[in-house]
T-cell receptor, first 112, second 113 residues
Framework: AQSVSQHNHHVILSEAASLELGCNYSYGGTVNLFWYVQYPGQHLQLLLKYFSGDPLVKGIKGFEAEFIKSKFSFNLRKPSVQWSDTAEYFCAVEYNFNKFYFGSGTKLNVKP | DADVTQTPRNRITKTGKRIMLECSQTKGHDRMYWYRQDPGLGLRLIYYSFDVKDINKGEISDGYSVSRQAQAKFSLSLESAIPNQTALYFC????????????FGQGTRLTVV
């Protein structure tokens, strides 16, 4: 069965620190990859997505993610976090243009 | 206006009661989904529908039912609510094929007492 794993459940950083959140997925054919963000009290919003081409994807608010096919990974990065990045981050995978599978989420707390 | 609208936004109900959560979307997409979010568990798929005549169970469909009334409307029902169905429920819609993404509603916070 397809699955998506996020290994960091809770991350605490100071402002200006660099961020990397891990995401691994199980093999299952063609994949489309996504990172969503959920700010406190809000719905999920798309940060970035990968379908094909350059494995380094840039999204909104300075986030980027790298698709490494050999490692089944799609890690999210940001060089310098801000207090406003405090949120929960979800990795998602769409297998074979079918339904979406989500990871368990990573809560990021950025201290001012 | 939001692309995906859920009603109600908050609901407290008693054990054993029937409750319906409604979702409508203006994206014109065929695919719609219901997820529940629980702390530490992420989003788990309850039901999904790829068109009006297509309804599929997700990974946690027990205790839930759905109705796809139109392309734009997809409702979730709890026939007899129980406390462990207390959660945040999200409706989503997506297109199909390449370059699609899921668009989410604002969520319904349901508490079963």
């Amino acid at each position: 069965a397809q699955s998506v794993s996020q290994h960091n459940h809770h991350v605490i950083l100071s402002e200006a620190a660099s961020l990397e959140l891990g995401c691994n997925y199980s093999y299952g054919g063609t994949v489309n990859l996504f990172w969503y963000v959920q700010y406190p009290g809000q719905h999920l919003q798309l940060l970035l997505k990968y379908f094909s081409g350059d494995p380094l994807v840039k999204g909104i608010k300075g986030f980027e993610a790298e698709f490494i096919k050999s490692k089944f990974s799609f890690n999210l990065r940001k060089p310098s976090v801000q207090w406003s990045d405090t949120a929960e981050y979800f990795c998602a995978v769409e297998y074979n243009f079918n339904k979406f599978y989500f990871g368990s989420g990573t809560k990021l707390n950025v201290k001012p | 206006d939001a692309d995906v609208t859920q009603t109600p936004r908050n609901r407290i109900t008693k054990t054993g009661k029937r409750i319906m959560l409604e979702c409508s979307q203006t994206k014109g997409h065929d695919r719609m989904y219901w997820y529940r979010q629980d702390p530490g568990l992420g989003l788990r798929l309850i039901y999904y529908s790829f068109d009006v005549k297509d309804i599929n169970k997700g990974e946690i469909s027990d205790g839930y039912s759905v109705s796809r009334q139109a392309q734009a409307k997809f409702s979730l029902s709890l026939e007899s609510a129980i406390p462990n169905q207390t959660a945040l429920y999200f409706c989503a819609t997506s297109g199909q094929g390449i370059n699609t993404e899921a668009f989410f509603g604002q969520g319904t916070r349901l508490t079963v007492v």
